[in-house]
């Protein structure tokens, strides 16, 4: 199947293309305007991003993000935004600085993925990966908080794509959408 990927972010492209290698994507048009993503929830943001783009193709649109026990599930839903700051580097950095002194480095990635058919019909998919957060960062693979996540001994940014991809968030909502995709 065709879907219109509704993100604008190139490491969650990366991992729906290695994800979904039976499907076909189209990228967002150079027009698109983000909406604001106002929701409560990664599912409420995923299907806000999804019908935003809806039109002629199924679209895919993602949420995700980092919740750590200890700030009380922060950045979660904020998580692209965090202390706002704009780079990857700032907000991990900002977000080893609020776990100073903490000793429950438990943390877990979420994944909701919202898929919406022209005729209005929608799929949601949403998936978990349990970790922790290290004390200093660790890999240059993949994107955002992947440096700090780690889970069985190594962080997901030290991990190839293949090996996040069997354990992460992402990585296991794709599976299940695909499988939804399946029984269609
Ligand atoms: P789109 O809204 O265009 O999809 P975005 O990057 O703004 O792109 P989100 O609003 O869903 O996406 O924010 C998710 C943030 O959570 C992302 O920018 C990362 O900082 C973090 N995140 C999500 N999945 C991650 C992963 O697999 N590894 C590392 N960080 C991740």
């Given at each position: 199947?065709?879907?219109?990927?509704?993100?604008?972010?190139?490491?969650?492209?990366?991992?729906?293309?290695?994800?979904?290698?039976?499907?076909?994507?189209?990228?967002?048009?150079?027009?698109?305007?983000?909406?604001?993503?106002?929701?409560?929830?990664?599912?409420?943001?995923?299907?806000?991003?999804?019908?935003?783009?809806?039109?002629?193709?199924?679209?895919?649109?993602?949420?995700?993000?980092?919740?750590?026990?200890?700030?009380?599930?922060?950045?979660?839903?904020?998580?692209?935004?965090?202390?706002?700051?704009?780079?990857?580097?700032?907000?991990?950095?900002?977000?080893?600085?609020?776990m100073v002194g903490?000793?429950?480095?438990?943390?877990?990635?979420?994944?909701?993925?919202?898929?919406?058919?022209?005729?209005?019909?929608?799929?949601?998919?949403?998936?978990?990966?349990?970790?922790?957060?290290?004390?200093?960062?660790?890999?240059?693979?993949?994107?955002?908080?992947d440096p700090l996540?780690?889970?069985?001994?190594?962080?997901?940014?030290?991990?190839?794509?293949?090996?996040?991809?069997?354990?992460?968030?992402?990585?296991r909502a794709i599976?299940?959408?695909?499988?939804?995709?399946?029984?269609?």
């Amino acid at each position: 199947m065709k879907f219109l990927i509704a993100t604008t972010n190139m490491g969650k492209i990366r991992e729906f293309y290695t994800l979904m290698p039976e499907h076909e994507f189209e990228p967002l048009p150079i027009a698109y305007a983000p909406p604001a993503e106002d929701g409560k929830t990664f599912v409420e943001n995923a299907r806000i991003k999804a019908r935003a783009a809806a039109g002629v193709l199924p679209v895919i649109a993602e949420d995700s993000g980092l919740c750590v026990a200890a700030l009380g599930g922060a950045p979660g839903i904020f998580s692209a935004r965090y202390g706002g700051y704009r780079t990857d580097r700032e907000r991990n950095m900002y977000l080893l600085r609020q776990m100073v002194g903490k000793t429950n480095r438990a943390a877990c990635f979420e994944c909701a993925i919202v898929c919406v058919f022209p005729n209005g019909r929608e799929l949601v998919s949403v998936a978990r990966c349990n970790g922790s957060i290290v004390q200093v960062p660790r890999g240059d693979n993949g994107f955002g908080y992947d440096p700090l996540f780690e889970y069985n001994g190594s962080t997901t940014g030290e991990m190839t794509q293949g090996e996040k991809n069997l354990i992460s968030h992402r990585g296991r909502a794709i599976r299940q959408l695909v499988r939804m995709l399946d029984r269609l």
